[in-house]
């Protein structure tokens, strides 16, 4: 079965950087469309990356900020972050999917994690 975990969240100070990773499990990693979503305290889902083989998508929210990676060989995705502020603070899911409709950037995903919480705060 497809698993994923993410690790690597915890408290931050505004302005400083965090690496999110997920181990995946249970498919053929380098076939699968692999991303990030988040969500705020009391808000929804908010899709912020996306990669699949030499394609990255951000959203405008993360964009210039965020870098998202893969290492194929530990079959593991990495969401470095950089310049984080208060509204970064949320709860991060790395999700999968088999693009065979296209790649899908929003928050609609055939596998998820159970998530790791971020906070950024002084």
């Known amino acids: 079965e497809v698993q994923l975990v993410e690790s690597g969240g915890g408290l931050v100070q505004p302005g400083g950087s965090l690496t999110l990773s997920c181990a995946a499990s249970g498919f053929t990693f380098d076939d699968y469309a692999m991303g990030w979503v988040r969500q705020a305290p009391g808000k929804g889902l908010e899709w912020i990356s996306t990669?699949?083989?030499?394609?990255?998508y951000y959203a405008d929210s993360v964009k210039g900020r965020f870098t998202i990676s893969t290492d194929n060989a530990k079959n593991t995705l990495y969401l470095q972050m950089n310049s984080l502020t208060p509204e970064d603070t949320a709860v991060y899911f790395c999700t999968a999917d088999l693009p065979d409709r296209g790649i899908p950037l929003n928050e609609y995903h055939d596998d998820w994690g159970q998530g790791t919480q971020v906070t950024v705060s002084s």
């Open positions: 990669i699949y083989r030499t394609y990255t």
